[in-house]
DNA sequence: GCCGTTTTCGGCCCGACTGTTTTCAGTCG
């Protein structure tokens, strides 16, 4: 898959092309096309063979050909020619924040800087403060992201949305509670579940934006304060070390900010253009005629205006989402409150952090009607995994628990191993007692993981199968897996997929659950979950979900308890 | 370079904040 790979040139011919102060539609259409092909489902060699490059929005005559090329000869003949009189370690240094290409060319034309050694010598040296437009505060800025960037080295750090979400909510919390906040919501990728986020959005609906963005700017959570002004303030978060965004709006504008702060930027620009066309203004303040406002309060006020059903913000990237909304053709999308039960946890009898009892409470506080117990199997002894001795210990408890509450259903599982031959971790007699049986790979990655898994999945035995994938988001790649063939395998079988929610894993993703609910696979979101917070990876689950466009009716979990009894029902 | 509810040319989303400036350019989202 040369996705990326052919993305990262396009980014480069734009950010190159910047730096000559090309045309700039010409820039943005290069760095369109980049993130359109980045964000591709599809394998774009694949595309390129079977159909046209130019079904790609974005990618039009010019770029197809170019990439085509690419594809072939393994060169761009655009790329090599915008980049002939650019070093590309110059390029790099457009990540530095406040370092845009009209400074950094300049920089280059004239004073001759080729990398980061020769930008800070400039810096030092004085020669920088004389080019036009330049002072001393700019400079100081720069030196100050200059370290920032050396911290990461050019690399886009991404925070998964798991490790975000405390503080968001924390801080949500604090401005809940400044007088004269009447609302405040998250926005950007977070609003959007997306698996990462690069920064974060917070919007608040007050007329006091003063006292809201002191109060803010005082907040123990705020590390340093980037900038602050009437409607914006950004700030560093302590500890994260995440940029948060705060804005501040009055009443009738924040259904329009919402939507403009939630992007995503092709959405937005999409919006616009539409709305254009009509004859409307769409700003951050609300939808315009002739500088009059019609529209702004809220989103579905917004939505409505322009005749276009509403659109969820997990679906809003260009993806067809507009047409669809223009149609009335949009899916009602799985809702965050349909999840009835979750079957993958863990408990102290192998590496999870609560006893049973604990889970079970939390879950009926919950209000989930069942919840599936499933430690590690045996051989995962890095996890503490149960003996078949613990196992039955277990499923006593269980049974005891069963008895003392009536309000939900505890059901005995296990996260059995698929071992390197493809066989399961306990015998025959042991997995015929549960109610249901998980089969997961966890080590051996490299042998022969298709055929186990597949394997696993003819096993009368298996109910679900885990984490298909393997990948860790950001860490590892995931098992080498023949994804669409264990896909056709566990449609043959009727055996039930794993969205699996916890936070680094986020397995199967947006793409590939959307492809397995394609294949007419049945799909359940578990959390995977070690402790109490299983109930916001659950959220992170319905939002992969929402994200590959699935109904309530393609999860397995939000069936009632009878009815989901019967769709774990194995076939031996 | 892309694209079409003014369709093969002529547009292309829009505004806030900052710094260096007396009116604006650069950067960011």
């Not at 003392?404 to 296990?414: A, N, P, Q, S, T």
């Not at 109930?535 to 689950?541: E, R």
């Not at 309530?552 to 989901?564: E, G, H, P």
Request: proline share 2%.
């Amino acid at each position: 898959m040369k996705n990326h790979e052919v993305a990262e040139i396009l980014s480069k011919i734009a950010k190159a092309l910047a730096l000559k102060d090309e045309n700039f539609f010409k820039i943005r259409a290069y760095s369109r096309a980049a993130r359109a092909i980045k964000d591709l489902p599809e394998d774009i060699e694949e595309i390129s063979k079977k159909e046209s490059l130019t079904n790609i929005p974005g990618v039009g005559e010019g770029i197809a050909k170019k990439v085509k090329e690419y594809l072939e000869t393994g060169k761009m003949s655009k790329y090599e020619e915008v980049t002939r009189d650019i070093p590309k370690s110059l390029l790099t240094l457009l990540d530095i924040r406040d370092l845009g290409s009209k400074t950094l060319g300049a920089l280059h034309k004239e004073l001759g800087v080729e990398n980061l050694d020769d930008l800070k010598k400039v810096i030092e040296d004085n020669s920088f403060q004389k080019l036009e437009g330049l002072g001393d505060k700019s400079v100081e800025k720069i030196m100050e992201n200059i370290k920032v960037y050396e911290k990461r080295m050019g690399k886009e750090h991404r925070f998964l949305i798991g490790e975000v979400m405390a503080t968001v909510d924390q801080i949500m919390k604090k401005l809940k509670e400044v007088d004269l906040v009447s609302r405040v919501a998250p926005a950007g990728s977070y609003r959007r579940m997306k698996e990462t986020v690069g920064d974060l959005d917070i919007l608040v609906e007050s007329n006091d934006n003063r006292k809201v963005m002191k109060k803010f700017t005082a907040f123990s959570e705020v590390k340093k304060v980037l900038e602050s002004g009437e409607t914006k303030t950004s700030v560093v978060v302590e500890g994260l070390d995440i940029q948060m965004d705060l804005r501040v709006v009055p009443k009738e504008s924040f259904g329009a900010a919402l939507m403009y702060f939630t992007g995503s930027k092709d959405h937005n620009v999409r919006i616009r253009s539409l709305a254009l066309k009509r004859g409307l203004k769409v700003n951050e303040y609300g939808v315009f005629r002739n500088d009059t406002m019609v529209a702004g309060k809220t989103e579905e006020e917004i939505y409505k205006f322009l005749n276009l059903q509403f659109i969820p913000p997990e679906i809003r990237e260009d993806r067809g989402e507009v047409e669809k909304a223009m149609e009335g053709q949009l899916p009602k999308l799985l809702g965050y409150g349909d999840i009835k039960g979750n079957l993958h946890t863990h408990t102290r009898y192998s590496d999870g952090e609560n006893t049973i009892r604990e889970l079970v409470k939390k879950s009926i506080e919950f209000g989930y009607s069942y919840l599936g117990i499933s430690d590690h199997s045996k051989t995962a002894s890095y996890a503490n995994g149960l003996s078949v001795n613990d196992l039955k210990k277990q499923c006593d408890e269980i049974d005891k628990l069963n008895k003392e509450f009536d309000k939900i259903r505890i059901l005995k599982g296990i996260e059995c191993d698929i071992l390197p031959d493809g066989s399961l971790d306990y015998d025959e007699n042991i997995l015929k007692s549960l109610d249901f049986v998980i089969g997961a790979i966890h080590s051996n990655f490299k042998k022969k993981v298709t055929q186990r898994m597949e394997k696993a999945l003819e096993n009368p035995y298996l109910t679900i199968l885990a984490h298909p994938t393997g990948r860790l988001i950001s860490k590892r790649e995931g098992y080498d897996v023949d994804l669409g063939s264990v896909l056709d395998k566990a449609s043959k079988e009727g055996k039930i997929l794993e969205i699996n929610a916890y936070y680094d894993r986020l397995d199967l993703d947006e793409h590939n659950a959307r492809e397995a609910y394609k294949k007419g696979i049945k799909l359940m979101i578990n959390t995977d979950a070690h402790n109490l917070r299983m109930f916001d990876w659950m959220i992170l689950g319905i939002g992969i979900a929402r994200r590959a466009w699935l109904p309530s009716s393609a999860i397995v979990n939000t069936l009632t308890l009878k009815d989901f009894l019967k769709a774990i029902k194995r076939n031996g």
